[in-house]
């Protein structure tokens, strides 16, 4: 499917997990208490229920099953939803789109690992089951699907043992983490090291994915009800500060063969963004960024 | 001074408040409670201290009395506030910078209304006793001083009188207001169309300042105690949501002749949030932005 002899490569596609993905996959002791896909008579509901923990009352508004769109995108994908949105369907939404190869991102779960209060042991669990059905869903074709793994920073051993496992046993080509913070622990302290140590030794690339919504702290959650002004934000302000932790924390100074990834959050912000930075690295960076070697923006020329 | 014909003007030229402004200015009823402003032997000391409230233990950082940068300061400012930051003193820098006119905005000011339990009755006492002062400072030379008033929005009553008072009495030609959220309320909530009713009639303009601190909530603060990271992002991101409040919100769709300045916060990022903005119209503004009848971004040429 090349194209002048280039092949075209998706670094942020979106798959939409089965509704039952973590009742069937994840370890019995949690089954209970899985998150469950909500269906509807939207082919694109992407709901997720935990049945032990109440609802978000935080939010009264999310992606509206409604307005002019609405039809026009159950059209879209009625079929795909009829067929169960497997490997095989996506390998044909990528043949229309003429995409050779794409990593693979989550829908329902991308959501699944931002409550602040988790049991690290459930969110674990969570993270390896759904790695282990990724993995039976890149098996349609695992050239052209690569899975970007789920890890689960609630305990930092479990992040650790599921990045090996995922790299050496499943032969996925990165994880993923959401940028905005679910642990009151920033990404440029040294709590993270040895997980940045590590994704240099697999050189495995890490990808930043956030959502419009959180159960943790995210920018613009005030805005709610109105969930359509808060994702003009959300995605793009949690990226642009996730970025900020890797650059003026020093993680890419410590850490010069890692590979870091912002995804699905727009660009055109970068050239103010990293000016910023540096305004900032000149008027105070001997006192607020004192690993850096150089200004912010040189490390994104590096 | 004009340059080539053109007179030179500064939107956001701050004052630097003595520290017992508001023990002397403010109604004796609220003096035992009134901010004291900091003193140390940094001349730029910028606290304030309220003398009946807890120190922020969130913030342990702010800005630095330190780093490559203080002694530089120290010299450039010692004079000035030996002299006292008067009126006087603020007129010789406007010379020294080849400014004309400036409208003035706060520096110690612009946080002792951020706190979200704040009692009405004095914050309304603070923002009137902080006029009455500028008032005073202004009359150095009132055409080329302009005083940007503060007002009180705890209880929207204060903000309509204290807008009036400071233009009619005071000829003040525009007021200001922080962007982020104090009170729980957004900036395009219906209650606030009496203030924004009362700006189209006066015909005055009001700016939005934010500090890169807050004691409500404010964009990047879980940075703490890396004030210099927090500072990065927290003046532009509260000014770029208080825009889409004004703009998506339906604000400005509904008070055209209002006019509104989003001060102290950069602009290159504007091209990016204007076109971000569309795209969520595009998407989904019949549900979340029913008021606007064009694009978000043809408001701003308009």
Redesign the interface.
């Given at each position: 499917m090349a194209k002048n002899g280039f092949k075209v490569f998706d670094s942020d596609m979106h798959i939409m997990e089965p509704p039952d993905l973590w009742e069937r996959y994840i370890d019995p002791a949690f089954r209970d208490q899985a998150p469950r896909g909500r269906t509807s008579e939207n082919v694109r509901d992407l709901g997720t229920i935990f049945p032990k923990v109440p609802k978000d009352t935080r939010r009264t508004?999310g992606t509206?099953h409604?307005?002019?769109?609405y039809d026009k995108n159950q059209d879209i994908y009625r079929s795909h939803a009829e067929r169960g949105w497997t490997g095989h369907v996506q390998l044909e939404a990528m043949d229309t789109e003429g995409i050779d190869t794409a990593v693979l991102f989550p829908t329902r779960g991308l959501g699944i690992l931002t409550f602040p209060d988790q049991d690290p042991r459930f969110a674990a669990a969570m993270a390896r089951a759904y790695n282990d059905w990724l993995h039976d869903f890149c098996a349609a074709d695992p050239n052209r699907l690569l899975g970007a793994g789920m890890i689960s920073v609630y305990n930092l051993e479990d992040a650790l043992s599921e990045t090996r496992r995922v790299a050496e046993d499943y032969g996925f080509r990165s994880v993923f983490l959401r940028s905005n913070?679910i642990n009151?622990i920033?990404w440029y302290d040294a709590h993270y090291e040895p997980l940045w140590n590590l994704l240099e030794e697999l050189n495995l690339p890490v990808g930043f994915h956030v959502a419009s919504a959180s159960r943790s702290?995210q920018?613009?959650e005030?805005?709610e009800p109105?969930?359509?002004?808060r994702?003009?934000?959300s995605q793009?302000?949690e990226q642009?500060?996730g970025l900020?932790?890797f650059l003026?924390?020093g993680t890419l100074e410590r850490h010069p063969k890692m590979r870091v990834a912002f995804l699905e959050a727009?660009c055109?912000?970068l050239?103010?963004?990293l000016?910023?930075?540096d305004e900032?690295y000149e008027?105070?960076?001997?006192?607020?960024?004192p690993d850096l070697k150089m200004a912010p923006s040189d490390y994104f020329k590096r």
């Open positions: 508004g509206p409604r307005g002019r769109n913070i009151g920033n702290r920018a613009a005030h805005f109105n969930f359509g002004i994702r003009v934000y793009p302000f642009m500060m900020g932790a003026c924390g727009n055109s912000w050239p103010w963004l000016w910023r930075m900032g008027r105070e960076g001997d006192v607020f960024m």
